[in-house]
Each structure stands twice: as structure tokens, then as C-alpha cells.
């Protein structure tokens, strides 16, 4: 019942979550002068990224008296009226002229994108699960990582899906249950430490549009890499003390850290998983960026990498199924600040969500494929994938 009720609340705060950004998010095309607060809506004429547009005013709209520009006078008039970029005029196209725009060829650049994404987070985690001493064939660890993509479309955070998977991989493993359901923790932990260094050195390359970011990017990645030196190095969590922290901590937590020096022990194989961790979010980066100049916008791969990782961080927030929603906000107010808009933001995100969403319904396709009997294998040994 009470896990009933706190679904129920997530879904709402969802639902609220939403409503908000949508009310934030232009859905028409308008323009202003620069400086005024107010906008007139109405429609734009021709390539809304160009240095000149055509402009209608919406029927029955009015412009503020105090607007006394020419194109503000022809439009007052009933008329079209040509607008030049820099010239005492500014436009942003709506939601649905954004939407429009978007080419065809972009969805392609994004499944491209997702399969390389997948194909990373696979190989980290099946290495990971040797690591750790639960390890299982390369194809059971697809098989796995679909059915946590399929399960987060109602999991609620981005990174749902992940219970799902530690759920699955135990049972995979019934002899070596808490080191399969710690390579879970452990990959997804590996997967955040460089998320948040790659979101502070985009936010550091981008410093004159993010620099409000730095501090508490590189503020969170340095927090949690002391937090993972000091579970994987003995001597240091004595200095630091946490050996008392963690006597009070979760039984399951000692299996985190077990795993945690297993994989200290072997420096090359957590130089992989940070390099596997690191691609990883480069195709997410590169999927942004395809939708990106598919509907236009000239952000630069860098910014669409910012925008990305900031976004997947803050969608990890379990509060609705696949991140919908938090991830809304946050891809509006990153290309907001890099000076492309909020629609362009909430398209390039509503975009990739509908394709991410497409890939996990297929991924369900992994329900039947496969069998517990055939993912195990001996301890000793290996496979390539």
C-alpha cells in the first residue's frame, strides 16, 4: 500500500514537473524587441536559424505601444514584415516549428548513437561482473542490460531500470548473489564518477555560458572521488575514518566495497571501465547533438555533451518513470544557457526520448530470448565479446 501511494506521488510530482516546463517552453513562434519582456506570437517565414526571416502576427494579436520599430509598424498594418537579425529585433521559433524542422536523418545519427551507447554500457558492466567474481557470458549481459532498459520505461529515475537488473543478475547467480547485485552498484558508480568529470570539464571548456556550473560540478566530482578512493583503498578509509561510517552502514554496503578493492586491485580494469563509462556518454552526447543539427540548431558537440551528462545526472532523481520530465528542465535551461532556447532544448529532449523509448520497447523483445540454464558460466572462464 505504501509503495502504491509513494508511486502514485512520483507520478504526480511528474506530472507536475511537466506541466511546468511546458508552460515555460515557447509552442509559437515570436519576436521582441530587444530588451522588452513581452512577446508578440504569430509565424515565422523560412530557416528560423537564419539572419533574415518573414514574420505574420498571430490574428487578433496586438503589439505594445511603446514597440516603434519598422518591422513593428508593418506588422501593425496586417502585413508581413521582414526581419533582420541584429537589427532591433529578436525571434525564437515555437516548440512545434522546432519539431517540424527536424530532419530525418537525425533519428538515424541517434540510434546509430544509442547502439554505441549500449554496446559500452554492456561491455563495462560484463567486465565488471568478472571483476567482481560473478562472471556471465557477454550475450546474457545484453540480455539483461534490454530488460533494464525495457523495465525503466516504468521504473521510475532514469537509472530504474538498474533494480531491475541487479534483480535479474542474482538470480543469474544464486551462489554469488551479492557480488552480482554489487557489480550493478559498482558499474553504476563507475558511470557517475565520470559523468560528473565529464560534466565539469564541459562546463570548464564552456565557462563563459555554463560558468554558474563549475563550482558545484567539480565540487560533486571531487566528493564522490574521494568517496570511491576511500572505498577501494583501506589505508586511506582508515585515516579518513569511514571504516566507522561503515559499521553502521547496510550489510549490503560491505559487498560494494569487497568489490571496490577487488577492482582497486587491478588498476587496468578500472582505467576500462572509466574509458568504457567515457564513450559511453559520448554517444549520448553525440545523439543530442545530431538531433541537434537536425532541427537546426548550430550547438557545438561540446555543449550538446554538457547538456547531456547534466541532464542524465539530474533524470537520475527517481521521481518518474525514465527521467521524464526532470530531464525536460534540465535540457530547456542547458541550451537556454549556451543561448539556443528553451524550445530547442525541449525538443532536442522530447526527441530523444521518443527515440530512447522506441529502442526500449524492442529491447522487451529480450523477455523471450534466451535462458537462465545458459547464462552462467565456470569461474575461470572467459569470453570476448
Request: glycine content about 12%.
Amino acid at each position: 500500500m505504501k509503495r502504491a501511494r509513494l508511486g502514485a506521488w512520483r507520478f504526480a510530482l511528474a506530472a507536475l514537473v511537466i506541466a511546468f516546463v511546458a508552460t515555460r517552453v515557447p509552442w509559437k513562434d515570436r519576436v521582441r524587441p530587444p530588451g522588452s519582456e513581452t512577446w508578440a506570437q504569430g509565424q515565422l517565414e523560412g530557416a528560423w536559424r537564419a539572419d533574415q526571416v518573414s514574420f505574420t502576427l498571430e490574428g487578433g494579436a496586438s503589439l505594445p505601444e511603446e514597440w516603434t520599430t519598422p518591422w513593428a509598424e508593418t506588422l501593425r498594418q496586417g502585413a508581413g514584415a521582414t526581419l533582420t537579425r541584429g537589427e532591433g529585433v529578436e525571434w525564437e521559433p515555437g516548440l512545434w516549428t522546432v519539431l517540424g524542422s527536424l530532419r530525418a536523418g537525425a533519428i538515424l545519427g541517434v540510434l546509430v548513437a544509442v547502439l554505441g551507447g549500449l554496446i559500452c554500457g554492456v561491455t563495462r558492466w560484463w567486465r565488471l561482473l568478472r571483476v567482481c567474481g560473478a562472471p556471465t557470458s557477454y550475450g546474457t549481459v545484453l540480455r539483461l542490460t534490454l530488460l533494464g532498459m525495457f523495465f525503466n520505461l516504468v521504473v521510475p529515475g532514469l537509472t530504474g531500470g538498474d533494480v531491475v537488473k541487479a534483480g535479474l543478475v542474482a538470480k543469474e547467480h544464486p551462489q554469488r548473489k551479492s557480488a552480482a547485485v554489487m557489480a550493478v552498484g559498482l558499474d553504476r558508480l563507475i558511470g557517475l564518477w565520470t559523468l560528473l568529470w565529464v560534466a565539469a570539464w564541459t562546463a570548464w571548456v564552456l565557462r563563459e555560458d555554463l560558468g554558474g556550473l563549475l563550482v558545484p560540478l567539480f565540487s560533486a566530482a571531487l566528493i564522490c572521488t574521494v568517496c570511491m578512493v576511500a572505498l577501494g583503498w583501506p589505508r586511506l578509509r582508515d585515516r579518513l575514518g569511514a571504516q566507522r561510517i561503515l559499521a553502521w552502514a547496510p550489510q549490503r554496503m560491505a559487498g560494494i566495497v569487497d568489490c571496490m578493492r577487488q577492482v582497486a586491485e587491478k588498476p587496468f580494469e578500472v582505467l576500462l571501465a572509466v574509458l568504457w563509462s567515457a564513450a559511453n556518454h559520448a554517444c549520448i552526447g553525440f545523439a543530442i547533438f545530431a538531433l541537434a543539427r537536425g532541427i537546426g540548431d548550430d550547438t557545438g558537440f561540446v555543449g550538446c555533451l554538457a547538456a547531456s551528462v547534466v541532464a542524465s545526472a539530474v533524470s537520475a532523481i527517481p521521481i518518474a518513470p525514465g527521467g521524464w520530465g526532470v530531464g525536460e528542465a534540465a535540457y530547456a535551461a542547458m541550451f537556454t544557457m549556451m543561448g539556443a532556447g528553451e524550445a530547442v532544448g525541449f525538443a532536442v529532449s522530447v526527441s530523444y526520448r521518443l527515440c530512447q523509448t522506441g529502442v526500449s520497447l524492442l529491447s522487451g523483445v529480450a523477455l523471450w530470448r534466451g535462458s537462465s540454464k545458459e547464462a552462467l558460466e565456470p569461474p575461470g572462464a572467459t569470453r570476448t565479446p
